[in-house]
């Protein structure tokens, strides 16, 4: 079992920037892909960002490629979501997940951890 907790979130201008991250608990956190997701309100919730085990490859949705950055600190069982240049579209609740596996996806349904979401809200 894997617990996730995110924290970072808040409110924040068009055009600034916010750190999100996720501490995780449990098992092995070195052994698990890591996924940041959103939600916005009436909206699905969809795929941000992932990073494999060891970092050494990182997969971004096309509407942050460029301003944002997944990152993972292993020693301190905690990824980040570096935010950059955000923008109203960005408002949304973010998740954290992690799959029982060194390989990363986009699909929700493959990541077995998640924890409760920090909201993010971006005023224009």
């Known amino acids: 079992q894997v617990q996730l907790v995110e924290s970072g979130g808040g409110l924040v201008q068009a055009g600034g920037s916010l750190r999100l991250s996720c501490v995780a608990s449990?098992?092995?956190?070195?052994?698990?892909?890591m996924g940041w997701f959103r939600q916005a309100p009436g909206k699905e919730r969809e795929f941000v960002a992932a990073i494999t085990w060891s970092g050494g490859y990182t997969y971004y949705a096309d509407s942050v490629k460029g301003r944002f950055t997944i990152s993972r600190d292993n020693a301190k069982n905690t990824v980040y979501l570096q935010m950059n240049r955000v923008n109203p579209e960005d408002t949304a609740v973010y998740y954290c997940?992690?799959?029982?596996?060194?390989?990363?996806?986009?699909?929700?349904?493959?990541?077995?951890?998640w924890g409760q979401g920090t909201q993010v809200t971006v005023s224009s």
């Open positions: 449990g098992r092995t956190f070195n052994n698990y892909g």
């Open positions: 997940a992690a799959r029982g596996s060194p390989v990363v996806t986009s699909r929700e349904n493959t990541y077995h951890y």
